[in-house]
């Protein structure tokens, strides 16, 4: 392949999209510590998380509105500037309201960047799929890193140097970033910021068939991807007994799984079709995550046909496999909106999808919270397990209604 620009932006997107993600995925590791340390519940650290999703969520509308007004290179800066400085204060806070408001400021600017570079892509990539699942690489491979580096940080040093750990790797890619992308025109500039904000045409747009089902479908998936995100690593710890270094590294394993499964269900949706790209996703997440809730019965499922049991570290590889495979199916649905979207909605049609989809898919890290304070950590991750199941069941039975048509 001759590189060229395109693929210079598509690969300094990607690592911009690492920096929103890592800052992020460093707490998730360290919550244990941060619980102890201010002395909180599962709950509060929940409401903490849920708030950095659900601001996250909220900024992807805004960002595509400025996208159009200022030129996406400008708004991607912000973002990933924005997300550094943010990960410096939650290391600095003093106390718990204030770690709150951090954790809310920082995915505020975190938001900013994943709708405008997938719009920015969607101007030079015809395989969509293709591009978002590359650009989506950037989110696994902080999960590759952050757990592992912030649990390492973060059970030797405190939780504070852990979580400041971001500002290590935005600086250089804010800086290279700067550099190496060259400033892209707005599509909008003139047009008033206050008529891209009227109700009507926005209602209009989220109440088509063909963005209102996947919409549906992307809510409950983000929902399940938040609550995994939030808590794997505390939930191998207090159900599985795992010690938190162990716990930390199949968190890591399971963004591995993601790095691979993002670039191939969105090649996979190039070609096979969205749909089935999606529902395949979704029923992989479903049996993972039912299964390491069910782990026991999964080592001796081989036994009911005369096989030996599985070594429980297969059978927990085998669950992590198939719940990173449903965490995946982003790389599948933002091209499928794309899909529905004409070329002048693309900018703000496709950042208002993402606020719906990712504000409401934020509860999930304090609705898995808030379950497992209730009723255990087992329960928790099997409520979320029929959550997924019940998107694989909505996208399937749309598809199979499409085809009727």
Known sequence: MNWRYRHTVLTLCMLAFFVTYFARLAISPVVPLIIDDFGVSNTAVGVALSGMWFAYGLSQFPSGVLADRFGERRVILVAVGGTTAMS????AVPVFPAFVLAAVLLGLAAGLHYAVATTLLSRTFDDLGTAVGIHSLGGPLAGLVAPVAATWVGFRFGWRPGVALAALVGVPIFALFARRVRPTEPRRPDQPMAERLRVGPLLELIGRREILVPLAVATLGTYVAQGVISFLPTFLVEFRGYSPAFAGGVFSAFFVVRAGAQVGIGRLS????????????????????????????????????????????????????????????????????????GDAERGAGFGLIRTVYTVIGSAGSVGVGLVADLFGWGTSFLVIAGMAGVAFLVIAANALLGQRR
Not at 88 to 91: I, T
Not at 292 to 317: I, N, T
């Open 88 to 91: 410096l204060l939650l290391a």
């Open 270 to 341: 190039d070609g096979l079709g969205r749909d089935a790209s999606i529902g395949g996703s979704l029923l992989g997440g479903a049996l993972g995550l039912g299964a390491l809730v069910a782990l026991p019965e999964l080592v001796r499922l081989p036994l009911a046909v005369g096989l030996p049991a599985l070594p429980e570290l297969a059978a927990l590889g085998i669950a992590v496999v198939l719940a990173g495979l449903g965490s995946s199916f982003f790389s599948a649905i933002d091209p499928r909106f794309m899909d529905a979207l």
